[in-house]
């Protein structure tokens, strides 16, 4: 909180945020979507900016307010955000991917509105998966030491399965989130529980985005490597 804003411990590094759900379009008009508000995200933006922080924040569907003093690069697509994040990353002490990534995208873009007709039932939808940037991103460090935290979203089993992804993701924390009524998705709090690659599991009680996010700077910090010169 106030005592970690003002130590300003990411003062000199780079940290990149994505945040908000991705839209993966179907014609001009439609496309799908989640409930990602990327209230997360942005809390993360913002707390790493006010500990001193450089940070890019690459913001997929979202309402909400710009934090100050941040550069915002707006995507829509999966694809869209794994190229920004890509980019944004090469110079980057810390990447956290927050947002809410479309697994999968339809196969066929129409590039004229999809219409009824006359007395026939719809074309069904066929999906491809999109790329696992998390995974990419864990697998190939654009600099040594880089850190790489993922967010995971459970319904059931939350620790086992998130124990899982952790491994198969390869990244360095991953942010647990129960999925719940007055939680996650479109909520201002938010409960987790984030497991680190040496086998800590930091418990975040429910409360305001704000704290997870600082809890989750809290938990980089030490695990950044020495600052270059
Ligand atoms: N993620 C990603 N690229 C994707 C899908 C997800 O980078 N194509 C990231 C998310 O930003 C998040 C993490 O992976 O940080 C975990 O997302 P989640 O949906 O919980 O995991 P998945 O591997 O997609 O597994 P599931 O089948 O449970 O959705
Ligand atoms: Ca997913």
Request: glycine letters at 10%; charged letters at 25%.
């Amino acid at each position: 909180g106030a005592e970690a804003a003002l130590a300003q411990d990411l003062t000199g590094r780079h940290v990149v945020v994505t945040a908000g759900g991705t839209r993966e379009p179907l014609d001009p008009v439609r496309y799908l979507g989640n409930r990602s508000s990327g209230k997360q995200g942005y809390a993360l933006a913002a707390t790493a900016a006010a500990r001193g922080a450089r940070v890019t924040l690459i913001a997929g569907n979202t309402a909400l307010p710009e934090p100050v003093g941040v550069d915002v690069v707006r995507v829509g697509t999966a694809a869209q955000l794994r190229e920004a994040v890509l980019k944004a990353a090469a110079d980057a002490d810390a990447v956290v991917m927050a947002a809410a990534v479309a697994d999968f995208r339809p196969a066929v873009y129409a590039t004229g509105k999809i219409k009824k007709r006359e007395g026939q039932e719809p074309d069904p939808v066929t999906l491809v998966r999109n790329p696992d940037i998390l995974a990419e991103l864990s697998a190939e460090r654009a600099r040594p030491g880089q850190l790489v935290v993922g967010f995971a979203a459970e319904t059931d089993d939350v620790l086992a399965n998130g124990r899982a992804k952790l491994a198969r993701k390869g990244c360095d924390l991953l942010v647990v989130n129960e999925v719940g009524e007055h939680k996650a998705f479109g909520s201002a709090e938010n409960e987790a529980v984030i497991l680190a690659t040496d086998g800590t599991e930091t418990p975040v009680p429910y409360g305001p985005k704000e704290d997870l996010a600082e809890t989750v700077w809290d938990l980089v910090v030490p695990r950044l490597p020495e600052h270059r010169p």
